[in-house]
T-cell receptor, first 120, second 114 residues
């Protein structure tokens, strides 16, 4: 099945620094990837849709200058949390779709294992 | 915009009990519906999906869900749960004619007592 790898799984950083999280589709090419944020005991909140070769589409209320998304290849999207602050501490999850699948199956999202960000 | 409502936030059952987790969505058009499961310490996995056709869909590990269009519901069921079903379950909806996004419910934490 489709596999999505996310790295790192856990990162601790100092306030004011930037952190980059990678999301890779390992056995398929993903023209579209998604970035979510999950707060403790809450659902996944979609932050942005990452489109290969073009600008990401951000959800309302998500600061695009704060959360930089780059989708430079068909298998890699990166999320950079710039000038991180303690309130950015959260669990970030990426997902990807396989556009080559038939019909509705192309809407299935395959998830990475997530990255736990702790900002001190 | 689509939204998903899961009625039960935390469910505790004994092994062999029957399970039904409620899920309602709000969107008037064609939808794709999903149940994802997140086992402790693991990533989200697809449990089952509905795109079209038979409204009763069967997924992995003995789970099934029924799409009732008139009720905008997609409840998840399992006749006899096991301790290994302890996990968090998320209902999700996608409007294929609208955009690529999947909207998730807030999740139901299921705890099975051995």
């Amino acid at each position: 099945g489709a596999v999505v790898s996310q790295h790192p799984s856990w990162v601790i950083c100092k306030s004011g620094t930037s952190v980059k999280i990678e999301c890779r589709s390992l056995d398929f090419q993903a023209t579209t990837m998604f970035w979510y944020r999950q707060f403790p005991k809450q659902s996944l909140m979609l932050m942005a849709t990452s489109n290969e070769g073009s600008k990401a589409t951000y959800e309302q209320g998500v600061e695009k200058d704060k959360f930089l998304i780059n989708h430079a290849s068909l298998t890699l999207s990166t999320l950079t949390v710039t000038s991180a602050h303690p309130e950015d501490s959260s669990f970030y999850i990426c997902s990807a779709r396989d556009p080559t699948l038939d019909r509705g199956s192309k809407n299935i999202q395959y998830f990475g294992a997530g990255t736990r960000l702790s900002v001190l | 915009a689509q939204s998903v409502s899961q009625h039960n936030h935390h469910v505790i059952l004994s092994e062999a009990a029957s399970l039904e987790l409620g899920c309602n969505y709000s969107y008037g058009g064609t939808v794709n519906l999903f149940w994802y499961v997140q086992y402790p310490g693991q990533h989200l996995q697809l449990l089952l999906k509905y795109f079209s056709g038979d409204p009763l869909v069967k997924g992995i590990k003995g789970f099934e869900a029924e799409f009732i269009k008139s009720k905008f519901s997609f409840n998840l069921r399992k006749p006899s749960v096991q301790w290994s079903d302890t996990a968090e379950y998320f209902c999700a909806v996608n409007a294929p004619g609208r955009d690529d996004k999947i909207i998730f419910g807030k999740g139901t934490r299921l705890h099975i007592l051995p």
